[in-house]
């Protein structure tokens, strides 16, 4: 067979459904081991139901893959054949020689029945396949190759050539590995007719934004490159391929060679990792019993033990059927209890750890009787197995101060009786204590998080009202409460002498006190005009209300979500509309809030004697706390732009801005640069950067394709974030956008029976990940609040180590 053969054999068959039986002999192949061997081989089809002259794009396909099997590492190289004869594919013993087979053709029905037949077979020996471009519209009336595939071309798209820019999420194929995460490409782009995501391991995607995807455009979540495990083989594919200059590119020559490894069994490969099949979400905890929580209280944060136990702790809303006290006049004025609860996956069971009495219990009402004080926040020693202490971030109710309506939040150590999972209640010691407000909900924050040098990470809300400024800024000076300003967020995240608004940093000691770790945004030591002081305890100031943060624990970098306020639209008078926001934190800033958010877009500044009137424009790298309010610095550090931010409209709007660079806010101007994120509803819920434990002999943990990327998530689960993305190391400290993301919708299942309001979710010691759905309603626990996790069932790479190819010396 040569790259000149005569076409031969080439039949217009029926549809899959209705082919004739097969001949047995075909069915299967006459080899007990894989096809090919130690002496690699690749069969390049490129056969083609049109006639006419030879492609140009066939010459240059074949020679490219001549060339990769001629060259590299001695023992990744290959031997190919070219034929446009299909007979090939009725002849078993001749077809077994190869360990990979490629279809490079124009498309159509390209194989009788008996043809596909022996394919099949083929593939179920454990044969390798790889298509090209094209080859998806081959074989059009079968089914089982629409399986191979993957996918088929929509009717319509772009025709001609573009260029493009290729997200490579997948950092350990060896197709992708060592390509661009971002690789900019001419080529040939197709839309598909049904998005294989999920059904098949995508290992690249084009991003849209970059080209004309014409009609049947497929949105953000656009495959170009996948592969699965198919039907006993390995079946690699791209659309890329379309041009002959692309087989001239070093970096798509070295895409295929990649996918050749794998598919040639020189290589081992996870196909697996993104197949939503290959995930099982399972719900840990019951409901609880009526009138109690035993189970669960109001979920609000959780953490797990080296040992494989999970803690995790309820806010303070009571079960729906107990009184909630609203009246300040009462004693018992939001008195809830805050549980710690663990989860023991040995035996499977649930023990209620302790509850402390909180300031928590207020539901529903107006802005003056719902709160979101309480127990907010849980962390383990990291000498958790010796010690047994454990962090707890909390509002006491024995602080409140009813006449003030002013409260303390505390963040204390506890011990634990590791043979009885209950805390010593009477072994609290108080490390740092720090009054906030409590007349006006809300923003209390409330995660934790440890880096490797010990120390202790901990998000605070700026308590701050949702009212009084139209949604937007939360800067008016005016509304308080007995002197104390309860609406202006430079009293609290703007002011560099308050602890509210924040992410601190303090590294705790053996004898209950800590200490300041050096690197924080300020010493508590300096001063300025007016007296104005610091808190050195400030890691990052400017943050609304940061619920959730998390720290990598290879590289130490923090990263951090927190909500925005309310406005469904931006402003050209005021400035954005609500933004939820990410945020990866490689040192102590400034990020923002109440002055500046997303990619430094800034509210307009206002102050007395009228608050209706607007001021001038914030300048995001020079901002000023001019507020009444303020007791600190005047002067404050630049804003560091964040990395993710969504609105109502979509992901990371930004507008054209004038020469002060004030962006215009006029809605329809908006180019929303992070298609993948919408909002509407909105409550960002900061995940983990995932590690892959190679030594660990867990079963369940999730694959390595997830390394080192990022878990974004929202309370809410309609157009809301619940993806994993990829930064890039080289901007994400000063805002730059993730170079991919990928949706986790389908694994981390949404909907009514699923995880639909995402409150905190952490990997295990197991690799498995721990996810709490808050339940159906606000401030109280019910039947759907629960403990989750979702596993991962795929196994391990393949092809197996005793199934890899050898070549002969």
């Not at 006006?440 to 009212?467: F, K, P, Q, R, V």
């Not at 967020?489 to 006190?513: F, S, V, W, Y």
Request: hydrophobic share 30%; with cysteine; aromatic share 10%.
């Amino acid at each position: 067979m040569t790259a000149g053969a005569v076409t031969a054999g080439l039949l217009s068959g029926p549809a899959a459904s209705a082919r004739p039986a097969p001949d047995p002999s075909l069915t299967t192949m006459s080899i007990k081991s894989p096809p090919g061997g130690a002496n690699v081989r690749v069969l390049l089809f490129y056969g083609s139901a049109a006639g006419g002259d030879e492609s140009p794009l066939v010459n240059a396909g074949i020679a490219a893959i001549e060339r990769i099997g001629l060259t590299g590492p001695e023992d990744q190289r290959f031997a190919v054949t070219a034929t446009d004869n299909a007979s090939v594919f009725t002849n078993a013993k001749k077809l077994g020689r190869f360990n990979t087979i490629v279809f490079l053709t124009g498309g159509g029905d390209v194989l009788d029945p008996d043809q596909e037949a022996g394919l099949e077979a083929y593939m179920e020996a454990g044969g390798g396949f790889v298509g090209l471009h094209d080859a998806a519209r081959a074989e059009p009336y079968s089914d089982w190759f629409t399986g191979l595939i993957g996918a088929r071309p929509a009717a319509s798209g772009p025709g001609d050539v573009q260029r493009a820019t290729v997200e490579v999420g997948d950092r350990t194929h060896p197709a992708t590995k060592g390509l661009p995460t971002q690789w900019k490409r001419p080529d040939k782009w197709l839309n598909w007719a049904k998005n294989p995501s999920g059904d098949v391991h995508t290992v690249a995607r084009v991003r849209e934004s970059t080209y004309r995807p014409g009609a049947g455009a497929n949105g953000w979540d656009h495959p170009v490159s996948w592969c699965r495990d198919y039907d006993g083989g390995r079946s690699f594919y791209t659309g890329m391929g379309g041009t002959v200059s692309s087989y001239d590119e070093t970096d798509f020559r070295d895409h295929l060679r990649g996918a050749l490894l794998w598919t040639n069994r020189l290589a081992q490969a996870d196909c697996k990792a993104t197949i939503t099949g290959n995930y099982t979400a399972e719900r840990l905890t019951r409901p609880n019993q009526p009138g109690q929580n035993d189970q669960i209280g109001e979920p609000h944060g959780l953490v797990t033990a080296p040992d494989g136990r999970v803690f995790y702790i309820g806010r303070g809303g009571a079960d729906s059927s107990q009184p909630v006290v609203t009246d300040w006049n009462d004693p018992d004025i939001g008195k809830g209890k805050g549980e710690i609860h663990v989860y023991d996956p040995q035996t499977g069971k649930v023990t209620l750890a302790g509850a402390l009495t909180v300031f928590g219990n207020k539901g529903g009402g107006d802005e003056l009787r719902k709160v979101e004080e309480g127990l907010l926040g849980i962390e383990l020693d990291p000498r958790f197995e010796q010690n047994g202490w454990v962090y707890l971030h909390y509002t006491p109710h024995s602080e409140i101060n009813r006449d003030t309506h002013m409260g303390e939040r505390r963040v204390s150590r506890f011990t634990l009786d590791h043979a009885t999972d209950k805390l010593d209640l009477s072994s609290e010691k108080v490390l740092l204590k720090w009054p906030v407000q409590i007349h006006s909900c809300c923003h209390a924050g409330g995660g934790m998080a440890w880096d490797s040098e010990g120390n202790l990470y901990i998000a605070t809300g700026d308590t701050n009202s949702s009212g009084f400024s139209g949604g937007y800024s939360g800067n008016n000076p005016e509304p308080n409460f007995k002197g104390v300003s309860f609406a202006d967020a430079r009293r609290t995240a703007g002011n560099t002498n308050n602890l509210n608004g924040k992410i601190l940093r303090i590294h705790p000691e053996p004898d209950g006190t800590y200490t300041l770790p050096e690197g924080n945004l300020f010493t508590g030591e300096e001063t300025a005009e007016g007296g104005g002081k610091t808190r050195g305890e400030i890691y990052v100031m400017g943050v609304r209300n940061p619920s959730r943060i998390s720290v990598d624990r290879k590289t130490d970098i923090l990263y951090a979500g927190w909500v925005g306020p309310d406005a469904g639209s931006p402003s050209t008078t005021w400035g954005p509309a609500k933004y939820d926001t990410f945020a990866v934190i490689t040192e102590a800033s400034n990020r923002g809030w109440p002055y500046c958010m997303g990619n430094k877009q800034p509210y307009r500044d206002r102050n007395l004697p009228d608050p209706s009137k607007p001021l001038g424009w914030y300048d995001c790298d020079a901002p000023k706390n001019e507020s009444p309010n303020n007791d600190g610095l005047v002067n404050l550090p630049p804003v560091t732009a964040n990395n993710i931010w969504y609105s109502p409209q979509g992901g990371a709007p930004d507008y054209p801005r004038d020469e002060n660079g004030v962006p215009s806010y006029v809605q329809d101007e908006a180019t929303y640069r992070l298609p993948w994120l919408k909002g509407g509803g909105q409550a960002a819920m900061n995940g983990p950067v995932y590690r892959y434990d190679t030594a660990g002999a867990s079963e369940v943990k999730w694959p390595a394709y997830w390394d080192g990327k990022w878990f974004v998530g929202d309370f809410y689960d309609a157009d809301q974030p619940r993806n994993a993305v990829l930064m890039d190391p080289r901007t994400q400290g000063d805002g730059g956008l993730p170079v991919h993301s990928e949706s986790l919708k389908k694994i981390v299942p949404v909907g009514n029976d699923g995880i639909r309001n995402l409150m905190d979710w952490k990997f295990g010691p197991d690799g498995a990940l721990y996810v709490l759905d808050y339940g159906r309603g606000f401030f109280t626990s019910d039947a759907k609040s629960a403990l989750w996790r979702v596993t991962y069932t795929g196994g391990g790479p393949t092809p197996a180590a005793g199934q890899l190819a050898r070549k002969a010396g």
